[in-house]
Structures are given as C-alpha cells and as structure tokens.
Nanobody
Framework: QVQLVESGGGLVQAGGSLRLSCAASGTMFSINVMGWFRQAPGKQRELVARITPAGSKSYQESVKDRFTISRDNAKNTVYLQMNSLKPEDTAVYYC?????????WGQGTQVTVSS
C-alpha cells in the first residue's frame, strides 16, 4: 500500500520561505509521477507542481519562479521549496503520486503565510 507522509508546513511571514517534504513508501517511487496540490478554505484543490520520473517539471503559473519541485529517488522523497511566499499561498498542501492510473494522497500539511 502506498503511503505518503508530508512534513515542513508551518506559519511564515510574507516574503519568507518553507520547504515541504514528502516521504513515500510501499511503491516503486522512481517510476511514479509526483507532485504537490493545495487547497485553500472554500476553494477547490489545485495542482501546484509536478515532476515526472525523468525529472521533467511543471508549475502552476502563480508559483513559477517562486517554487521549485525536486525529487530524490534514493530517499523516496519529493520536495517543494517555496520562496517569496504570499498570503494567497495559504492552504493545506497535499503530496500526490500517480502510478498506473491510480492517484495517491498524503494527509496534508498546513502552510499559513501572514501579511
């Protein structure tokens, strides 16, 4: 069974940085597409960034040039480095994995950016 465990969320002032981590188990991590979604109160869950097994990355337009996704296949871990954070980045961030058409989710970690 695939398990995804996020860490690294918290409270930060606008302009600050946070790094989220997601440790995966129960899966052949290196062949999974990995990514991060977020969901703000009253809004739909949205894709923030994703990275393919080959390392190809894509980002939501609003986080380009501020967020960086990366993966360490040896550690079965995916990261999201978030810089220049804005109050509108406040949300619960979910780690996501896609393999063979099945989606897997972490439990979520809260990120709060104060103005």
């Amino acid at each position: 069974q695939v398990q995804l465990v996020e860490s690294g969320g918290g409270l930060v002032q606008a302009g600050g940085s946070l790094r989220l981590s997601c440790a995966a188990s129960g899966t052949m991590f290196s062949i999974n597409v990995m990514g991060w979604f977020r969901q703000a109160p009253g809004k739909q869950r949205e894709l923030v960034a994703r990275i393919t097994p080959a390392g190809s990355k894509s980002y939501q337009e609003s986080v380009k040039d501020r967020f960086t996704i990366s993966r360490d296949n040896a550690k079965n871990t995916v990261y999201l480095q978030m810089n220049s954070l804005k109050p509108e980045d406040t949300a619960v961030y979910y780690c996501w994995s896609l393999r063979d058409g099945s989606n897997y989710w972490g439990q979520g970690t809260q990120v709060t950016v104060s103005s």
